[in-house]
């Protein structure tokens, strides 16, 4: 299986590790410069699994599946990683394997709330022309010591903080800020804006690190008159989510 490393390195993790081993005797994990990184980190996970795998770099990979004649049959996964990833990781499998290879994709059912259906799965495309059948497999959960290894996190830093908390489940980091202690009594323009403007400030340095997809931000009621109207709008507009006393 060849799995091209993303800026979501949790969201890759997963993908690996849902795939059993005795079915895939080896991943591939294609990284580039800006990858490279998250792609030994993983690596390092999933040889703990029980997994074999082996981190490969994009602009390398039509010369390694040359050499590997002995391989009957390549799969990809189509969707970490950029576009332009995905597009060089095919042309690589049928000029340097000349073979055409089997397609899995991420599966999900999203709701009107937008949360996630039943389960996520990784999902084969069935072929008949190359015989490829109905096949999926579970996303898994991904513990928090998991989850810090792969962004290269410290966990005591996690621990340290009271707003910030790993999602096993959701498989995402959640922040949730609240109003200052007798936030009621904060009347003043300045005095809620600075408040707000250490939470907008937050929320930005945890996206940056761990990209907007990996990221939930909420806040607790906040009061429900003056400048504290203006500052739910703002959080608002920023993507997070709660509500007013």
């Not at 990979?61 to 576009?83: A, H």
């Not at 495309?125 to 898994?140: I, Q, T, Y």
Request: glycine share 6%.
């Amino acid at each position: 299986m060849i799995l091209p490393v993303g800026t979501s390195p949790v969201h890759v993790l997963r993908l690996a590790l849902s795939l059993p081993p005795e079915r895939f005797q080896n991943i591939i994990l294609l990284v580039t410069e800006r990858t490279a990184d998250y792609g030994r980190r993983i690596h390092e996970i999933l040889c703990s699994e029980g997994h074999q795998a082996e981190v490969i770099e994009g602009e390398s990979l039509e010369g390694v599946l040359k050499q590997r004649t002995e391989v009957s049959d390549f799969s990809i996964i189509m969707g970490p990683g950029r576009k332009r990833d995905s597009l060089l990781m095919w042309r690589s499998v049928v000029s340097g394997a000349e073979k055409i290879p089997h397609i899995w994709v991420h599966h999900n059912v999203i709701t009107s709330k937008g949360n996630t259906k039943d389960w996520e799965y990784i999902k084969a495309l069935p072929n008949d022309f190359l015989g490829v059948k109905k096949e999926k497999h579970r996303l898994p959960e991904i513990e928090v010591e998991n989850a810090c290894l792969a962004y290269g996190f410290d966990p005591s830093d996690l621990e340290a903080d009271d707003e910030l908390e790993w999602d096993s489940r959701k498989c995402k980091f959640v922040l949730t800020v609240s109003p200052p202690s007798g936030a009621h009594t904060i009347h003043t323009k300045k005095g809620v804006q600075d408040w707000e403007n250490l939470v907008l400030n937050k929320a930005q340095r945890i996206r940056k690190a761990f990209g907007m997809h990996a990221v939930e931000v909420w806040h607790t009621p906040l009061p429900s008159k003056g400048w504290w109207l203006t500052a739910k709008q703002r959080l608002t507009d920023a993507g997070f989510r709660g509500a007013n006393k």
